[in-house]
Structure formats: C-alpha cells, structure tokens
C-alpha cells in the first residue's frame, strides 16, 4: 500500500478507537477496582452520610444556655450532653458547642456549661458543627458516572455509599505472538541473531494499557506456524498482538496469513516514521490482530498509536488524546509522515533525543514523551503535539 492510500498517525489512532466494542461487564470487589473503567453508574445505596452526627468533639446543646448536662435519649431545651467527632446526635439537639469554648461548672450537684469568653455570642448556631443525613448525597443518586476510570478516591466514595464491588468492564485479553527465525530469548546473542527485547517487556506494557496478556508464543518464520498461531484460541483471548513479519519479504508472513484466513484488514500500513508498515485486523470470528513490526523502538510506538487506543475502546475508556508542547530543538520533517520522535522534557521544552533508530531502544529509554511531528517539520520554540510515554514523567 502506497503512502498516499495509508491514514495518517492521527486517522489510524481514530480508527482503532472506534474499531473497538465495548468487552464484557464484570463486578471486582473495591480493592482491586482503582485503574478500571466504570461500566454502570455508581449510585449511593443510603444517604451520605446515613445519619446525623457531630463534626466536632464537644456538647451537643438545645435551645440556649445555660445547658443542664444530662444523658438522656433525647435532649429538650436547655439541655445538652457530651458528644465526640462522628457520634450520632441525640433526638432534639440542635447544635455542637466545641470543648475549647465549653465552661462547665456545678451548682447543688448539677453541671452546668456555658460558652467561654473565646466563643461567640451566637456559638453555637443552630446546625453549627453537625453533619446532616445527606448532606453529601440522597440514597439514589448517581455518584460516579459509568466511562469514569476510577481512582482511589472513587473507589473510597463507592465504599461510602454502601457497595462492596463495582462493575467494571474486563480487560481485553492478549496473545503474544513474537515472530523471527534470528530472534534468541536469552544471553548475549551470536553474529546474525538478536536478542528478544518485547518478551520482558510487552506483558507489563499491555497491562499499563487495560489489557492482560494470557499467553506468549515464540514463532519460526513459516506461513503455516502463523496461521495456526491465529487461527488456535485455547486461551480464549480477544486480541492477538504480533511482533515482526509485517514487511513484504519472503520470511514476513503476516498479511498472507491474514488473507487466507478471511480477515479484514482495518489499517494496512500507517503514514509514519517508525513504524510504518503496522496492521490491525479483525479475524472473521471478532478477534483482532495488531500487527507490530520487528523493530523494538517501531513496534512499541505503533502499540502506543494503535494498541493504546483498540484497548481503551474494548474496556470503555476514553479515547487517548495529545497535549501541545513546546519543542526546544528543531525536528526536521518528512513529506506525507508523521515522524515520532521520542523526547525528554527539560525546562518546560521538548528536547528530541539522541539515538532513535527503529531498531534502537537508547534513546527510548533516556525519554518521558513523544514529540509528533508533522510533515513540514517543527521548529525550535513551536509548538507540537506529543504524547507521555506509559512510565514518562515530567523532570
């Protein structure tokens, strides 16, 4: 496919997004809910809070003082008794004087207290230092809209309102399918072979992604290997993510195999520098396949354009978006292509780094984001759009 029929870095990342539908609900209990993308409406089981209590250690007091210490059920005017922070008022307490601005005194056996010369004239008010039954919320209302990827205060507020778990909707589940003849699994690999950099780390990507990868197969270049690595789902995954053979030699099987087995092909090839000849596909059962080309640095930034965005649809999140950065060296572009180009954030401005070849993952590692740059190129001091890598962070 000819550059020119290819969608763009920002087409390609749409449509993987919109390719994607929503995957199944499943409930997860509270703690192992924060992270996950909210597939029902959280609504308060009670009111919030689900009774009237004290705001602060003091007196509960009705009418005005002087205040006759009693422990009663239930207090009338004139009346009040000790409360502390969070204890249920009594029937007819109508304020909380605090104990710093309490007096307590005794006449013919009976207390008595009385506000302090550091209180106001008016302390308490009537409702002063009492949390009302609903006052943060009704019993029925919608606390937390489903779409929301829920953090830990989320997770806190659900608790709040009476749920033990929450519905979430589960994460897509992966295969690994790491492809090349060349390719060795541990040491220092010999002259014509290379080591396996996307086994140690696509599994841990994939999860920082929404996915969870169930199993890896490490395959030989051979049209038959692959189609049987598409075609089998012991597993029972809805994804398949390849490494390698998306070029057009003679050992790059991928589209073949894609085509004898009915697939649609949804991005053949994207209009990018590194990365350019990445696929997604949809199997003819509904599985889809992300194809990733062999080079590390290409094929974790075509995850990152592709991947990122088909996981985020499958488990209702939103779509990933760019922030605008400003770029403190001039990146020089390339007719038709979007160039990614890993970079690290110094002083507010993007610097590109040193080092990133498609096979080269040096560079990578020395960065937090990725500069995206158009055709025309950026110059120093413009602005462009970027992305945060998954494990980036300002500095």
């Known amino acids: ?33 924060s992270g996950r993308p909210l597939a029902r409406d959280v609504i308060a089981l009670c009111d919030l809070p689900h009774y009237a209590s004290s705001a602060m250690d003091g007196w509960a007091v009705c009418g005005p003082p002087p205040w006759r210490v009693v422990d009663a059920p239930a207090l009338a005017p004139g009346e009040c008794r000790v409360i502390v922070t969070g204890a249920v008022l009594a029937p007819g307490a109508r304020a909380v004087l605090r104990s710093e601005h309490a007096n307590v005194s005794s006449q013919g056996g ?36 489903a779409g929301t990827t829920l953090n830990l205060a989320h997770v806190a507020l659900a608790a709040s309102a009476g749920h033990d778990s929450v519905a979430v909707t589960a994460r897509p589940r992966v295969r690994l399918v790491l492809t090349g003849d060349e390719v060795v699994q541990s040491g220092i ?15 841990s990507l994939i999860a920082g992604l929404g996915g969870v990868v169930l199993d890896t197969i ?20 809805e994804v398949i993510v390849t490494t390698g053979s998306t ?18 092909l949804l ?40 991947g990122e965005p088909l996981l985020a649809g499958m488990t209702g999140a939103p779509a ?61 001091g413009a602005d462009a759009d970027a992305f945060l890598l998954p494990w980036g962070a300002p500095r």
């Open 1 to 33: 496919m000819s550059d020119a029929t290819r969608p763009s870095w920002l087409d390609a990342r749409r449509i993987s997004y919109d390719a994607a539908g929503v995957g199944v609900v499943e409930f997860v209990e509270l703690g192992a809910a």
């Open 110 to 145: 009976v207390e008595f207290v009385t506000t302090t010369a550091d209180a106001r004239p008016d302390e308490p008010r009537d409702g002063e230092h009492l949390r009302a039954a609903g006052k943060e919320a009704n019993a029925g209302e919608v606390l937390i809209e």
């Open 189 to 203: 690999p010999a002259v014509g072979r290379v080591r396996d950099s996307f086994g140690p780390v696509l599994p």
């Open 218 to 237: 490490h395959l030989a270049d051979s049209l038959p290997a692959m189609i049987e690595s598409l075609s089998s789902d012991p597993a029972g995954h």
């Open 247 to 264: 070029g057009s030699s003679s050992a790059d099987h991928l589209r073949r195999a894609l085509s004898d087995l009915g697939a649609t």
């Open 267 to 306: 991005i053949d090839g994207i209009r990018m520098r590194p990365g350019a000849p990445s696929l997604l596909a949809r199997l003819a059962d509904g599985r889809f396949v992300v194809g990733l080309p062999g080079n590390p640095l290409a094929a974790i930034l075509a995850l990152l354009t592709i």
């Open 320 to 380: 990933p978006l760019t922030d605008r950065v400003t770029v403190g060296a001039a990146v020089e572009g390339r007719a038709s292509t979007s160039l990614l180009v890993p970079c690290r954030l110094i002083d507010g401005l993007a610097i590109p780094t040193a080092l990133t070849g498609s096979a080269m993952m040096r560079g990578l590692a020395d960065s937090v984001g990725v500069i995206v740059c158009p055709p025309e190129g950026v110059a120093a």
